[in-house]
């Protein structure tokens, strides 16, 4: 589930200031009761109406321009498996991240990874899916040539 934005969170702080209670609060905004009464302990412990964090929690590991020297690394290395490019991005940059974290960072930047094929096709490996049903079959002999003259 997402954050509640600045304005929900406001407007759930204003329904527990009204009296309303946590069940029917979370209801009305459809979400969790827990998630309702850490907003609102939230509030009272820190006086904080907003988010911690603008990414979902995450606290941002890499700089700008560290961002862009990773897509650097992967369009250097299109065919590197994710764990290599972690594995790179550590060497190079001294960020260590799981292969999950590199794939989002390459998400931002807007870079897709397609295998290329380094081998040609196999030609005994099946083409055809096993399940496929065959389409209708031509008679073996013509029409004309079954019916008698």
């Not at 589930?1 to 979370?26: L, N």
């Amino acid at each position: 589930m997402e954050a509640f934005t600045r304005r929900e969170r406001r407007k759930i702080i204003a329904r527990y200031q009204q009296g309303w209670d946590t069940v029917d609060i979370a209801q009305h905004f459809g979400a969790s009761e827990s998630g309702v009464r850490r907003v609102w302990q939230q509030f009272r412990e820190e006086g904080r109406d907003e988010p911690a964090f603008d990414n979902c929690g995450r606290k941002r590991t890499l700089t700008d321009e560290q961002l862009q020297r990773v897509g650097q690394i992967a369009e250097e290395r299109p065919d590197a498996f994710l764990h290599e490019l972690a594995d790179e991005i550590a060497g190079r940059l001294g960020v260590r991240a799981c292969r999950q974290t590199v794939g989002r960072w390459l998400r931002e930047l807007g870079i897709t990874r397609k295998k290329s094929r380094s081998t040609r096709r196999s030609s005994s490996a099946r083409t055809w899916r096993r399940d496929a049903r065959p389409g209708p079959r031509p008679s073996p002999t013509p029409a004309a040539a079954t019916t008698p003259a």
